[in-house]
């Protein structure tokens, strides 16, 4: 995070004490973001320490700043230990299976009778069955982000261009499905429990949630069925290299510029940059649908103009051009880009500015 966000937002939660009893990275990385935000996090680890640690730097990146400490899950000391943090807690976070706290004598209601403003977080692989409106025996399985993307259907999205599937190595189910919305939910239960004096536990499935963020392939089917005539599939999503003005193109180093321009003035730009004026009309917003001759020749001549250059000079071509037109960074690219000059040592934990 840069030091003029610090500046502008590290006070923001001071005075939130969060207790979190989460591993690896689900729940750490929450944590790092409320700690960004000024909250006092208490990390309690057991006796041989968070299995996370052996990543070294990704360890410290997640967990600098925050109160440590060791206690033995198996014994009553370390469980009284830890029950006496939640007595002064506003959040308590954990990433344990179902029943686990239960069985170690850290239920809710056990813990809420400590502290009836307690709002209790677990991050779960697969969530909660209830036996009633949540059925399913998967709240016992073991998984990790590969497993919750696959379940969730996010995987299948992920496709090269040939069709075959592609293997990411951004934990998607993690940081969206389990940081991000653990984050959002505890803060909202925060300030309800501020003005009700009652706190309450919150499960997050991060498969679930990830489901959940699926909004585009979701609603996006019919209209693709519609405008090609065919039953879509991941790499020919709408937003997913359907389209002419929105996808990536091949540079004569085999390196990638990734193209943006969905709406019509973008596209007319893009197509004066690339002295191709005769596409300008080329477009999905004139009618000109992706299933047409004109849109796929539209593509092909894209395609074969940026093969006709590296990507460095593609770069210099599109600097000054505000068409939604750049290049795709490697990651050591991208944190020698002036963009992110500002980043400390650890990196920015949110996009916030």
Same mark, same amino acid.
């Given at each position: 995070m840069s030091s003029a966000l610090l500046d502008q937002m590290a006070d923001c939660l001071q005075g939130i004490k969060v207790v979190d009893l989460s591993r690896n990275l689900p729940g750490p990385f929450a944590t790092?973001? $409320?700690?960004?935000?000024?909250?006092?996090?208490?990390?309690?680890?057991?006796?041989? /320490?968070?299995?996370?640690?052996?990543?070294?730097?990704?360890?410290?990146?997640?967990? !600098?700043? *925050?109160?440590? @400490?060791?206690?033995?899950?198996?014994?009553?000391?370390?469980?009284?230990?830890?029950?006496?943090?939640?007595?002064?807690?506003?959040?308590? $976070?954990?990433?344990?299976?179902? =029943?686990?706290?239960?069985?170690?004598?850290?239920?809710?209601?056990e813990l809420q009778a400590l502290n009836p403003k307690l709002v209790m977080v677990s991050i779960?692989?697969? =969530? !909660?069955?209830? /036996?009633?409106?949540?059925?399913?025996?998967?709240? @016992?399985?073991?998984? !990790?982000d590969i497993n919750f993307m696959a379940m969730?259907?996010?995987?299948?999205? $992920? *496709?090269?261009?040939?069709?075959? @599937?592609?293997?990411?190595?951004? @934990?998607?189910?993690?940081?969206?499905?389990?940081?991000? &919305?653990?984050?959002?939910?505890?803060?909202?239960?925060?300030?309800?429990? *501020?003005? &009700? =004096? *009652? /706190?309450r536990h919150i499960n997050i499935s991060m498969t679930h949630s990830l489901y959940h963020h699926m909004v585009m392939p979701k609603s996006t089917g019919k209209l693709i069925e519609q405008m090609t005539g065919k039953k879509p599939v991941p790499q020919y999503d709408f937003l997913g290299g359907l389209l002419p003005c929105y996808r990536l193109y091949k540079t004569s180093d085999d390196r990638y510029m990734a193209i943006g321009s969905l709406e019509l003035k973008f596209w007319q730009g893009l197509c004066e940059v690339l002295e191709l004026p005769e596409l300008k009309t080329k477009h999905w917003q004139m009618g000109v649908m992706p299933n047409t001759k004109d849109s796929q020749a539209a593509a092909q001549a894209i395609a074969d103009k940026f093969a006709s250059h590296n990507l460095a000079y593609w770069q210099q071509v599109f600097e000054s051009a505000d068409v939604c037109v750049t290049p795709v960074l490697t990651l050591e690219e991208a944190r020698l880009h002036p963009l992110f000059a500002h980043q400390d040592e650890y990196g920015a934990t949110a996009g916030w500015q």
């Open positions: 790092r973001l $409320l700690a960004d935000l000024g909250a006092q996090i208490v990390k309690i680890e057991p006796p041989q /320490g968070d299995p996370a640690r052996a990543f070294g730097e990704l360890f410290t990146a997640l967990n !600098h700043g *925050k109160d440590t @400490q060791k206690v033995d899950f198996r014994d009553e000391a370390g469980i009284d230990a830890i029950k006496e943090q939640v007595k002064e807690a506003d959040v308590m $976070l954990d990433s344990f299976r179902p =029943g686990v706290l239960e069985a170690m004598g850290l239920s809710f209601s779960t692989g697969y =969530g !909660h069955a209830d /036996g009633e409106s949540v059925t399913h025996n998967w709240s @016992q399985k073991a998984g !990790h969730s259907g996010a995987l299948d999205q $992920l *496709k090269t261009a040939k069709g075959g @599937q592609a293997m990411p190595n951004i @934990q998607f189910a993690d940081l969206a499905g389990g940081s991000d &919305t653990a984050v959002i939910a505890l803060l909202a239960a925060v300030i309800a429990a *501020k003005s &009700t =004096g *009652k /706190g």
